[in-house]
């Protein structure tokens, strides 16, 4: 059964800038680094951004204000993907 919820680009950019960040440094960016990542001029609106992917059950904020992620978006078949190779 596929999931029928529709994310807009900013929460698709905000998914996948949370997700790298994880993989990458081992926790959740910022506010502020979300705001930068996602060209906004105010870290209310990565707030914002945030609030709506925890309503949707994406993400879920810990006691520490940090966020973790629950469930990642189904991205389409024709979309670009990102690997971390390491360089010798």
């Known amino acids: ?7 807009t680009k900013k929460q698709i950019e905000a998914m996948r800038f949370i997700r790298n960040n994880i993989i990458n440094y081992g926790k959740a960016p910022s506010v502020r680094a979300l705001m930068n990542a996602l060209d906004y001029s105010s870290p ?12 949707k059950g994406l993400l879920k904020k810990r006691e520490d204000g940090s966020v973790r992620i629950i469930k990642n978006i189904e991205e389409q078949d024709n979309h670009a993907r990102t690997i971390n190779i390491p360089m010798i």
Not at 1 to 7: L, T
Not at 45 to 50: D, E, T, W
Request: glycine letters at 0%; a positive charge.
């Open 44 to 55: 209310r609106s990565a707030a914002l951004v945030i609030n709506e992917l925890i309503k």
């Open 1 to 7: 059964m596929k999931n029928d919820v529709k994310y």
